[in-house]
Structure formats: structure tokens, C-alpha cells
């Protein structure tokens, strides 16, 4: 008798265990303050964007709103451990609760924002799909690409916009799948593709570490429209705005000329939204349950969008981007943050 | 009556284990339910879709290595099908390379001659402690390192050996290769008839017939006949390169071979110590005896020590072509388009259905392994001792 009544205790014991793991979770926000660091989705290592540097230190553009994040939340950037996602796994290390937000050269579309329980809060660069190919092929325009075989990154959008455009235009091509970009970047060396296609963020910051990057051309055809911005569980909305509003922080530093380095003298500005975004004149952080000195922190240890973006992808990184249409809207690009205020 | 029949229940060993089992088994139900509910409650409240409609959608990408027709604007369901072809693809060729090779290995060890039977030893005992994931890495890289496609290697005519694959010419069948088919197919089953009153005759006046020679000339010289006769109703047609690859033929990707190198020279090292196992189980008197009678070593070898041998080797060999299925998921480290990379990575990544899909994919596993087990067990039975010995 005892034996089947220990074995009955048991067997509830296990089923009440696992009840309460698959309960629900608390706001976002609080479970960050309460652990005391951010968990921010990165890439395994994109040079520019989200890698590592010889330090060991995680840098890039989408490191640098993690680090904004951390600044709002705990007034220090430097509280954030990264997690390395690959493009296979990001939305469920997100979905799960691993990670707090997902900054990852990730594209927002429909499906991912609706259907796969996400929220995509913004965009902090605006990429297009490119093509990239050895100089010696001669090519000059995608359109020559028929029959080519072409390494891609799977689980990405990319690999449906290349369905497309190859579709569209007629032509037919191998595919070549690869699972991360620095297996892509083996694959292509060794000439098992002629083309390599991501990004075109991507494939300049790949290109960046060849061994002669001048031999590899990127094409001149954007075959689709890549809004890459971070990512947060869909349904907490508080954390969606602090996230949102710390990248939006950045954009607005920028087009109201704070940097990291004159910040502590804007805030004897006489501009009004200057003084709003620094918290001088108070209120603001409180609606988004930080401290008012928030965007401060960001824009004195982050920087603001250009600083970030000239440090780690600008043309005089060895990646060599122009800012394109990630100027500001004033200098001719879509970067575009709503008023502060 | 009713409190005899509690008590029964209680103090009767057989109802009471009965009893106690039940309950578990009813547990055990109810966890599985309570699990199943739980998570699709949170899918729910995450606001993440579930359910199995996606399989209709139109997948959106194109798959390279594939035995069946597909293009971006076929459905998942379509996908699922091209990664199981695959995944089938390499096991059978795998486990068919993998016993052949682990067959002759096994015999080798056991040769007299010191150096190959010391090449047999180191060959198991570097593959078989080496992970298969970094051989299948290791044989894929070396075939990245062939020479790229314009310094494509001509093996022979129309055989072009590259980085991107063995491109070979592919066969045309025009209008009469059916019959010569035919004619093949005839001549085998003339060849097993044969073989029967051969043996019949064999077994009635001892005389031996060269079964074998009869019957490949048979099944060889009929098809080429016909061939001729019905005008040669087969054409190649070459590879050719044009512009970036070559145009027209077959290829074998280095996907492909990668991972058929990698899991049947894994896979075979384990098969050749089954069967080592196997031909040392058979005791030294049965060869002895044979020996006695006049056998020649080749017959002993394949009337007397093999058909025992394989009822050894045949259980533990089942479980090497199982191991060798299933390993065959590492496709996705090298980019071969099995189902876990296919249609368990892309289409995964594409609709979210991680639940679904990730279910699929461990029951088609699961379906394909007892099959395996169940044509194994099947053999295995027709091996074993007949009769009541």
C-alpha cells in the first residue's frame, strides 16, 4: 500500500512541478530590474552589427541598442549579457523568455510580427537583399545570374526573396544552403557558389574579412526591402516602449545634434526638446517607469545613431558603408524618429 | 460480493498489479494531456498560431538536392516530401555502402596478412572514435577543396569532377527501352527458375552445375540483346558548361557525398566488428570439419561459416543501420536537404510551427526506424536455426 501511495504522491508532485514551470511570466521590465542585467539577443557574429571584438567585448549597431536599452534601465550600458542566436533560432529563444529583446539584423515583416508572436519596435537600419560576386566572373548586374549556384543563409527572408527574383526574371539557379555567415563565407571562398546573397549590410561586412576584399564586387540590384529593428515578446507592451523609445533616443540625439561628447553641455540648451530628452525638465522617464535621466544615460555611454553607426559600419570602418538611406530625413535618407515630447 | 471484490483488488498479487498498473498507465495519459493542454494554452496566450494549416501555404524557397519536382510555389507538405525522399536517399545508399564496406573490412581483420589486416585495425579505431559530425565536416571540406568549375577534372569522357558535384552524362530512354527492360526483368526470374532445378539436379546426383556463370551470362547478355535489336533506344546527354555551371547530365552534389562518406565509413567500422564478432563466433571445429571433408576455403567460408555468422551479426547490425538513419540528421551541418534540414529548418523558420513541425519530423523518424526494424527482425528470423535444433 505505501508503495502505491508514494508512487501516487509522486506522480502529482510531477504534474503539479510542471504546471507551475509552464505558468505565466511577470512584466519584462521587472524581471530585468530584478536580475540586474539585460538578456539581448545578438547574432553569432556579424562584424559591424553584432560580433565580439579582439577583447571579447560584443560591438556593433545592434549591440550599441542593447547597450541603450541597459543605459535606460539601469543607467549603465555595460549590464548586458548577449546571447548569440543564430537565424534559425532567434524567435524561439525570444518566444521562450531566454532573451528580453532580439537585436539581431532581423527583418520585419508581417508574419513574423503577427503571426509568431512578436513585436518589432523599430527600425535601426535599413538594409536591401544584394548579391555579391568575385570580379573575375565579369558580371555586372544580377540580371546576368542565370544558372549561377548561390550560397544562402537558411531561415531567412532572404532565401524567398531569391526564390522570387530568380522566378520572376526567368532565370533558374542552384541554391546552396548554408546554416551561419561564416559558413557562407567558406562555402563562397571555396568557390562552391558563385554568388553569395544576404543582406547587403551583411555581405560588405563579410567582404570586410576576405582576404582581399577588393576582388569581390556587391552588385548594384537591392532585390527587396530589409527593415531590420529589435524584437520583443508580443503583449508587454511596457517593455516594447522602453525598448522602442531607447533606439527612437538615439535617432532623436542625433538630429538634435547631442553626442556622447557634449551631452553634460546640451543640457544648458535652450532648445525645449533638448532639455526634454535629457531630462532637465522632468516627467518623461516617469511615463515609461524609468528615471527621468534616462536618455541621458543612452546618449553620454552609447552615443547617439551616427556616433554608433560612423564607430562601427561608417566608411571609415574597414566595413565601409555609406549611410544611405539611414540618413536622418533631413539629410536625404527615411531615418525618421515621432517628436519627443 | 462487492467487498470481495475490493479485497480481491487488494490482496490478489495478479488484480493488484493489474490495478496498479492501470492507475499508471492512467496517470501517465493524464500527464501527457495536462502537458499538451498546458502548452497549447501558452502558445495561445503568446499569441502564437498553432495548428497545421501551413502545410498548404506555398513554401517560398527551392531545394537544390531533390529527387521529386520542386519549385518555391510548392507547399510545405510538398517540402516535407522532398526531405523524406532525401533522407531515405541517404540512408539506403548509406547503409548499402556501410555494410559492404564493413563486411570486407570485418574479413580483412581476420586475414593472415599482417599489413592489411593492421590498415583494417587502425582504419576502425581512428573512424569509430572520431565523432561522425566532424567526419562529415572533414570529408565535406575536402570535396569544397576539388578544383572549382572551370578547372572542372574531365575523369572520362563526359565525367567532370568539381567542387560543386560529379557531373555525369544522364540516360535518355527513347521508345523501345521498356522491352529491353522487360527483357531484364524476364531474365532474372528465368535465372531464379534455373538456379532451382539446377540445384534440384544438384541435390539428386551430385553433380554441380556452374549455376553462377549460366546465370550472369543470362541476365547480362539478354538486355544487351534486345538493346540491339530494338536499335539502341538509348542516348546520353553530356554535361556541358555554360556560363556559371555545367548545363544538362546528372550531377551528385558534395552535400550528398559528404554525407555519404562520412556516415558509412562511421557507420561500416562498427558493421566489420559485428561481423568480426560474427565469424569468431562460429566455432574453429565447424571450419575444421568442413576443411576435413574436402571444402574449398571459399565455400567454407560461404556454406559453413557465413550463414551462422549472420546470426550474430544480423541483431547488432540492425541497430547500425538505425544509428546510421538517424544520423543522417547531421545532413544539416553541411547543408544536405534531409527533412530535419529542409523541411524541419527552413519551413520551421518560415512558419513558426516549431510544435507541429518538429512532431512531424520525430514520428516520420520514428516510422522509418521500426520499418527498418520490422524488415530486420523478418530477416533475422529466416536466418536463425530451423526446426527444433
Known amino acids: 500500500m505505501t508503495k502505491i501511495k508514494s508512487l501516487f504522491i509522486s506522480l502529482l508532485l510531477i504534474l503539479g512541478v510542471s504546471t507551475a514551470i509552464a505558468g505565466s511570466h511577470g512584466s519584462t521590465h521587472d524581471l530585468v530590474k530584478e536580475r540586474g542585467k539585460l538578456m539581448c539577443g545578438s547574432n553569432t557574429g556579424l562584424a559591424g552589427f553584432g560580433a565580439p571584438n579582439d577583447a571579447g567585448v560584443w560591438e556593433g549597431i545592434d549591440v550599441d541598442v542593447c547597450r541603450a536599452v541597459a543605459a535606460a534601465v539601469f543607467g549603465d550600458a555595460s549590464k548586458v549579457e548577449y546571447v548569440p542566436t543564430t537565424s534559425k533560432v532567434r524567435f524561439t529563444v525570444l518566444q521562450s523568455g531566454e532573451i528580453d529583446m532580439l537585436s539581431r539584423n532581423t527583418t520585419w515583416t508581417l508574419s513574423r510580427d503577427v503571426d509568431l508572436g512578436l513585436e518589432f519596435v523599430g527600425v535601426n537600419y535599413y538594409d536591401g537583399q544584394g548579391f555579391m560576386v568575385s570580379k573575375d566572373l565579369g558580371v555586372s548586374s544580377a540580371m546576368e545570374l542565370d544558372g549561377a549556384s548561390v550560397c544562402i543563409q537558411v531561415g531567412t527572408t532572404t532565401e524567398m526573396n531569391l526564390a522570387d527574383f530568380f522566378k520572376a526574371n526567368g532565370m533558374s539557379y542552384e541554391s546552396v544552403p548554408v546554416e551561419t555567415n561564416s559558413e557562407a563565407d567558406a562555402a563562397y571562398t571555396a568557390g562552391r557558389c558563385d554568388v553569395y546573397t544576404t543582406d547587403a549590410s551583411g555581405l560588405y561586412a563579410s567582404r570586410a574579412g576576405y582576404p582581399d576584399p577588393s576582388a569581390h564586387v556587391v552588385l548594384p540590384e537591392i532585390v527587396s526591402k530589409e527593415p531590420l529593428g529589435p524584437a520583443v515578446r508580443h503583449g508587454d507592451s511596457e517593455w516594447a516602449d522602453i525598448v522602442r523609445w531607447s533606439l527612437n533616443a538615439m535617432i532623436i540625439g542625433e538630429e538634435l545634434g547631442i553626442t556622447s561628447g557634449n551631452v553634460d553641455e546640451m543640457k544648458s540648451s535652450n532648445n525645449p526638446e533638448v532639455l526634454r530628452l535629457l531630462g532637465v525638465d522632468a516627467g518623461y522617464g516617469a511615463m515609461l517607469g524609468l528615471s527621468d535621466d534616462w536618455a541621458y544615460n543612452i546618449l553620454s555611454q552609447v552615443g547617439n545613431y551616427s556616433e554608433s553607426f560612423e564607430k562601427h559600419i561608417g566608411p571609415n570602418t574597414p566595413i565601409n558603408i555609406q549611410r544611405g538611406l539611414n540618413a536622418l530625413y533631413k539629410d536625404g535618407g527615411i531615418l525618421y524618429a515621432p517628436p519627443f515630447r | ?389
Open chain 2, 1 to 389: 460480493m462487492e467487498s470481495y471484490f475490493v479485497r480481491k483488488l487488494i490482496f490478489d498479487e495478479k488484480s493488484r498489479s493489474l490495478l496498479i498498473q492501470t492507475l499508471v498507465i492512467g496517470l501517465f495519459a493524464l500527464f501527457i494531456y495536462l502537458i499538451a493542454q498546458q502548452t497549447a494554452y501558452n502558445l495561445e496566450k503568446r499569441g502564437i498560431s498553432s495548428g497545421f494549416d501551413f502545410l498548404n501555404i506555398s513554401a517560398g524557397y527551392d531545394i537544390s538536392i531533390r529527387l521529386i519536382p520542386f519549385t518555391s510555389e510548392d507547399t510545405h507538405l510538398r517540402a516535407y516530401f522532398v526531405g523524406l525522399l532525401n533522407t531515405l536517399m541517404i540512408a539506403v545508399c548509406g547503409c548499402f555502402l556501410a555494410t559492404i564496406m564493413g563486411f570486407l573490412v570485418g574479413v580483412i581483420r581476420l586475414s593472415s596478412n599482417w599489413l592489411f589486416r593492421n590498415i583494417a585495425y587502425v582504419y576502425v579505431e581512428f573512424t569509430r572514435n572520431v565523432p561522425v559530425l566532424l567526419q562529415i565536416i572533414l570529408y565535406y571540406s575536402i570535396l569544397l577543396h576539388l578544383p572549382k568549375i572551370k578547372q572542372a577534372i574531365e575523369i572520362f569522357d563526359g565525367f567532370f569532377l568539381t567542387n560543386r558535384g560529379f557531373f555525369t552524362p544522364s540516360p535518355i530512354f527513347k521508345e523501345g527501352f521498356s522491352i529491353v527492360l522487360c527483357s531484364f526483368i524476364v531474365a532474372i526470374i528465368v535465372s531464379i527458375f534455373i538456379k532451382r532445378i539446377l540445384k534440384k539436379k544438384q541435390e539428386q546426383t551430385g553433380k554441380q552445375y556452374p549455376i553462377f556463370y549460366i546465370n550472369s551470362a543470362l541476365i547480362i547478355l539478354t538486355p544487351i540483346l534486345f538493346y540491339y535489336i530494338m536499335g539502341r533506344p538509348l542516348e546520353f546527354d553530356t554535361p556541358v558548361l555554360k556560363g556559371f555551371n555545367f548545363k544538362g547530365g546528372m550531377v551528385i552534389r558534395p552535400e550528398f557525398l559528404g554525407m555519404l562518406f562520412g556516415l558509412s565509413i562511421y557507420t561500416a567500422a562498427f558493421i566489420s566488428e559485428t561481423v568480426r564478432s560474427g565469424i569468431i563466433a562460429v566455432s574453429k571445429g565447424q571450419r575444421e570439419a568442413s576443411q576435413a571433408l574436402g571444402l574449398k576455403n571459399n565455400l567454407v567460408m560461404r556454406l559453413i561459416v557465413i550463414p551462422q555468422a549472420l546470426r550474430v551479426i544480423i541483431p547488432p547490425l540492425t541497430s547500425q543501420y538505425l544509428n546510421l538513419t538517424k544520423n543522417s540528421s547531421l545532413g544539416i551541418a553541411i547543408g544536405y536537404a534531409d527533412l530535419v534540414h529542409g523541411f524541419g529548418g527552413i519551413s520551421l523558420n518560415q512558419t513558426g510551427r516549431a510544435i507541429e513541425i518538429m512532431l512531424m519530423v520525430m514520428l516520420t523518424y520514428l516510422t522509418i526506424s521500426l520499418t527498418i526494424s520490422l524488415f530486420m527482425n523478418i530477416y533475422n528470423k529466416s536466418v536463425q536455426f530451423k526446426g527444433n535444433a
